[in-house]
C-alpha cells in the first residue's frame, strides 16, 4: 500500500496562488472544501459553487468551456469528487475544448464524510488517469515550485489541463459562500451577459 499524504502545500494557499491572476477567467467549484477554499480566495460573481451537484463538477466546466470559448474556465474539485467523475475526463479530451483547466485538490482523504481514506492516497495517480484519457497536459504538483509552473498552464494553455495538487489534511476555517440556488445563478449570468441579460 502507498505512504500516507506527506505534502505540506497548504489547499487555501493553492487556491489563492492559481487565482492570484485570473484575470476574466470562471471558477467552478465542486461541494465541501473547494468551495470554501474558492470562496476564502475571494468570493466574486465569476465564481459559481456547486454546492451538492457531486460527480458533475468537470462537466459543468466543459460546457461553460464550450459556451465561453473567450474565457478560461477553472474547474475546482476534490480527489473523492474526481474519482466519482472519472468518466468525464474522457469526455473532456474528446472535444479537447482548449480553454478548460481541472484543478483537483488533493489531500487524498474524504473530508466531508470523517476523513477516510480515500483513492487517491492508495495508489490511484488521477494525473495518470487523464492522460490515459487524452489530456497533453496532465500534472502531478507536490512542490511550491511545481505550483508556481502548473499555475501558468492552468490559466494559460492553449489545450485542457489537469493537475492534481496535493495538499495538506490540516483543517481550515470554513468560509461559507452564499447557498441560494438562484441567486447564484442569477448572478452568474449576470456577471457573464451583463445587467440586461434576461433572467
Not at 470559448?69 to 480527489?79: K, Q, S
Not at 487523464?130 to 499555475?151: I, P, Q
Amino acid at each position: 500500500m502507498k505512504e500516507h499524504n506527506t505534502a505540506m502545500l497548504d489547499r487555501r494557499a493553492v487556491v489563492s496562488r492559481i487565482l492570484r491572476d485570473r484575470g476574466d477567467a470562471l471558477a467552478i467549484s465542486s461541494l465541501g472544501n473547494p468551495t470554501f477554499d474558492l470562496a476564502a480566495a475571494g468570493d466574486c460573481p465569476r465564481n459559481f459553487y456547486l454546492w451538492g451537484a457531486m460527480g458533475g463538477a468537470v462537466m459543468v466546466g466543459l460546457g461553460l468551456a464550450q459556451a465561453r470559448p473567450t474565457n478560461r474556465v477553472i474547474v475546482f474539485v476534490g480527489d473523492g469528487e474526481m474519482m466519482m467523475g472519472l468518466g468525464s475526463l474522457a469526455t473532456v479530451a474528446v472535444h479537447a475544448v482548449p480553454n478548460l483547466s481541472v484543478v483537483v485538490v488533493d489531500n487524498e482523504h474524504y473530508a466531508e464524510t470523517g476523513m477516510q481514506p480515500a483513492h487517491a492516497g492508495r495508489g490511484v495517480d488521477i494525473a495518470a488517469v487523464a492522460k490515459a484519457c487524452g489530456f497533453e497536459t496532465a500534472l502531478l504538483v507536490r512542490t511550491e515550485a511545481e505550483l508556481e509552473a502548473a499555475a501558468e498552464d492552468i490559466l494559460h494553455a492553449p489545450r485542457p489541463v489537469l493537475a492534481a495538487i496535493k495538499v495538506s489534511t490540516a483543517p481550515q476555517p470554513t468560509a461559507l459562500p452564499p447557498r441560494d440556488g438562484p441567486y447564484l445563478r442569477s448572478r452568474f449570468r449576470e456577471a457573464l451577459l451583463g445587467s440586461d441579460a434576461h433572467r
